[in-house]
């Protein structure tokens, strides 16, 4: 029993040793090091053998001298290309060719070398003498590939262009290739700075491509349907007319625009375009176009180091297949070095007087002479002072006074602008200093007053403004023109988004309600009347501390304006409505034991009394 005792004892022993056993043999398990431990003492003892880490002062310097290196590295690669690579900023002007000699023959355009068949639309549209700046710049257009054109507002620059155009393309049909909108794709691009003037160069073109059905053109600008503008390029067009926004647009998003063989390119009034801050649109419009029509621009020169602001304004866009005309009023530097960038070699044409003999003689002018010069020396420029609480009445007395002519207003701003439409386009004059005796009671008072209403101009008041839809402004642009072209009177009130470019007929009065603060607009707002050789006038309505700027243009600018009385602009308000109105029961009188002597008409107070009740309606 004792022996069975010690046995049951012992086996709790043995069943110890084992379990030490298995527990001493997982531990030295999990103190084994994994392959991924191993690798990192193995790192750890290398890295110990390595030297150590340098100090931060020795990689500060380390990073300096690698900086230093690089930046030689691109100096040495703009030493290499020095020669070759000038920014277009500080490129000397490309020398001319020699001026181009005239014919002092060539007076209208049957003298010219063209064909026959631009000759005879020429002829059906009434065009027949050349103006000075169409003289002298056809020819050369015609005999030069590259032409930068200056010319004063008014002088038919749009047709000294045009019709070298036309003549190019045909003879290119003829010769060369034949023309077709589909196959040819756009063969030459027009810029405009506005929609008005795109649109007013679009009407002039479509006159002259009558008998040219294979060069159809179209226009593409902002305010009109995309999408609309796509299918019309979708199934293609020779001549495009574009302002800059909507042009890069469609080169961005539109794969069916085929610029591949592009022939001819027009800037028409560039210095407007950087004026109105195109200057970044049309550095990417030209590059894009560049991209497009591969193998019809030389390769620009490397940029290096260059951001791309810096990159976009000294690309060159030289060509020897694309012609080009650049249309400016002035030429500033930023419109000079925008010239340099396109062409590498061109001819000047307006830049020169010419003599008595028919030759030219070149003259140096400054940005500010050749804005002066612009105006057209047929113009009558007039002034007068106009207290400011009077100038609403002083306006609306002159437009009832020149009902028969055509009228621009400017003014400063679009809410202004939309004032005097709405004032102008409900004032009755009918009600003004009529007595109703014969009518007892309020009705027939309203009939005889429907059936006597005098309305300025009556349905040919017109606005102009930024602020308009595009379709609105489209549609006042061609109301205007056709009563310009109608010779009937009309008035058109607008902004300076009017006042570059735009081609009315006839217009006999330009009147400035607001001044412009800039010589440039001035002259652009002057530039509206007196077109082509043809007379027109001129008023400001300057108020009593504005009247330096009439002593301003006289002697810093040479502009004298002849000063107008304000009190005959009424005289002749009072002589014309008693001559339309002989049946009132008495006229206007002067006004006595009245100091002022603008209170004094009893004509202000009539027309006065008749706003005020509009107004209150």
């Known amino acids: 029993m004792l022996a069975n005792i010690s046995v049951a004892a012992a086996a709790p022993k043995q069943t110890n040793s084992k379990r030490d056993k298995y527990k001493k043999k997982f531990a030295q398990k999990r103190n084994m090091p994994t392959a991924f431990e191993a690798d990192a003492a193995q790192l750890a003892q290398e890295f110990q053998e390595e030297a150590p880490l340098p100090k931060p002062e020795e990689l500060a310097a380390q990073a300096k001298a690698q900086r230093q290196n690089k930046r030689d590295n691109k100096q040495a690669k703009l030493r290499e290309i020095e020669k070759d690579f000038v920014p277009a900023e500080i490129v000397p002007e490309a020398k001319p060719a020699a001026v181009f000699s005239i014919d002092p023959t060539v007076k209208e355009f049957k003298d010219l070398a063209i064909s026959d068949k631009l000759k005879q639309i020429l002829d059906e549209n009434g065009f027949s003498k050349l103006t000075e700046i169409q003289r002298q710049s056809i020819p050369a257009i015609l005999h030069h590939r590259n032409v930068v054109l200056k010319s004063e507002t008014g002088s038919g620059k749009t047709l000294a262009y045009l019709v070298p155009l036309i003549e190019y393309l045909s003879h290119y049909s003829l010769n060369t290739q034949k023309i077709h ?41 902002g305010g009109e349907s995309a999408s609309r503008e796509k299918a019309r390029l979708r199934k293609g067009c020779v001549i495009l007319i574009c302002t800059p926004g909507r042009l890069l647009y469609h080169l961005q998003s539109t794969e069916c625009l085929k610029l591949t063989n592009l022939q001819y390119m027009i800037l028409d009034e560039a210095d407007r375009m950087l004026d109105l801050g195109f200057e970044r649109e049309m550095n990417e419009c030209l590059e894009l176009i560049k991209a497009k029509a591969k193998g019809r621009f030389a390769e620009s020169r490397a940029e290096i180091g260059m951001d791309e602001e810096e990159r976009l304004k000294t690309q060159t866009f030289h060509s ?3 012609k080009i005309n650049f249309v400016s009023a002035t030429m500033s530097h930023e419109v000079e070095a925008l010239g340099a960038r396109l062409m590498k070699d061109y001819i000047k ?11 030219t003689e070149a003259t140096e002018t400054t940005e500010i002479e050749d804005m002066v010069s612009s105006i057209p020396k047929q113009v009558q420029q007039f002034y007068a002072e106009v207290p400011t609480q009077y100038r609403l009445v002083y306006l609306l007395a002159f437009l009832y006074t020149h009902q028969t002519d055509k009228v621009i207003v400017f003014v400063s701003n ?61 549609a006042n642009y061609f109301k205007f023109e056709k009563a310009c072209q109608d010779n009937q009177g009309a008035v058109l009130i607008c902004t300076d988004v009017a006042s570059r470019g735009l081609d009315f007929k006839h217009v006999e009065w330009i009147l400035q309600y607001d001044l412009s603060s800039q010589i440039k607009e001035y002259a652009n707002r002057i530039g509206r009347t007196a077109r ?41 308000f009072e002589k014309h409505f008693e001559t339309a109105n002989p049946n009132l029961k008495y006229k206007f009188r002067k006004l006595v034991n009245i100091e002022d002597k603008d209170e004094q008409q009893e004509s202000l107070h009539a027309l006065r009394q008749a706003l005020t009740a509009i107004m209150l309606d």
């Open 414 to 474: 679009c809410e202004l602008a939309n004032f005097l439409h709405s004032l102008v386009t409900q004032l009755d004059f009918g009600t003004i200093g009529r007595r109703l005796e014969t009518a007892k009671d309020e009705q027939a008072a309203k009939q005889i007053g429907e059936s006597q209403k005098q309305l300025l101009y009556r349905d040919s008041v017109c606005k102009l403004h930024g602020d308009m839809e595009h379709a609105a402004r489209k």
């Open 532 to 572: 082509i050789a043809s007379t027109g006038s001129g008023l400001c309505f300057v108020m009593p501390q504005e009247l330096k700027y009439v002593s301003t243009l006289e002697k810093k600018y040479k502009i004298t304006l002849s000063e107008k009385s304000r009190y005959r602009i009424f005289q002749d």
């Open 320 to 322: 020897d297949s694309v």
């Open 181 to 221: 909108r589909e196959e040819s794709g756009t063969m030459a691009i027009i810029f405009a700075p506005t929609r008005e003037l795109a649109v007013q160069i679009d009407v002039e073109l479509k006159r002259l491509l009558k008998l040219f059905y294979y060069m159809v053109s179209t226009t593409i600008m």
């Open 349 to 359: 044409v307006g830049f020169n007087q010419p003599t008595a003999d028919g030759e």
